[in-house]
């Protein structure tokens, strides 16, 4: 429906947001691709490896981007995972957080397919590792910031 411009077979009409993500509906993406349509029609090629976050509300949290392990299994691919639980680290131990995990899946290359985490934070800790914040969330506020300088 868009090329990789957003711009649609009609030149100089972009679209982004639901309209154009079947599976990624989200408002956060829906902001982040309206930026990306001003850069590049001002020249700044925007950015190409984007990390699409999506958050969960749920107790405990849920949050990640990219690939989940169902998905290579679907298509042969090799991966590997490394997993780590909050409980290990010593905040984790103060909060007595025994659910919450971070899961990092990466290919032969160690490229990074996908990360997910679930416990505690999720949401704001899945917003560093990404191209942009989940909506809602206080990681809104360091892209506003960002975007003002
Ligand atoms: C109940 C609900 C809860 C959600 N919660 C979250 C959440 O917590 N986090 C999250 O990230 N996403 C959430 N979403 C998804 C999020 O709202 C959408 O992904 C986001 O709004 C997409 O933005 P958009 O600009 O593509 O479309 P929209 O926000 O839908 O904007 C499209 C606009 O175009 C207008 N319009 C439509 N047709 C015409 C026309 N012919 N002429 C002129 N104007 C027109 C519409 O009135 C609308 O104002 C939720 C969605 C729903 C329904």
Same mark, same amino acid.
């Given at each position: %429906? #868009? ?12 679209? +982004? ?7 990624? %509906? ?5 902001? $982040? ?14 950015? +190409?490896? #984007? ?32 997993? +780590?639980? $909050? ?9 007595? !957080? ?9 290919? !032969?290359?160690?490229? +990074?397919?996908?990360?997910?985490? #679930? ?5 704001? %800790? ?24």
């Amino acid at each position: %429906m #868009v090329d990789n411009n957003y711009m649609t077979n009609i030149e100089n009409i972009y679209a +982004i947001g639901d309209l154009i993500n079947r599976g990624k %509906m989200f408002a956060h993406y829906a902001g $982040f691709q309206g930026k990306e349509v001003i850069n590049r029609i001002y020249g700044d090629g925007g950015c +190409i490896d #984007v990390r699409v976050p999506y958050g969960i509300f749920s107790f405990p949290q849920i949050a990640g981007w990219g690939l989940q392990e169902k998905d290579l299994i679907q298509n042969n691919k090799k991966y590997r995972v490394e997993k +780590i639980p $909050f409980f290990s680290s010593s905040i984790g131990k103060i909060m007595d !957080e025994r659910a919450g995990f971070i899961k990092i899946i990466y290919d !032969e290359n160690k490229k +990074i397919a996908g990360i997910h985490i #679930v416990g505690e934070e999720a949401i704001e %800790m899945i917003n560093i590792l990404s191209s942009f914040s989940v909506h809602p969330s206080f990681g809104e506020l360091i892209d506003e910031l960002r975007n003002k300088i």
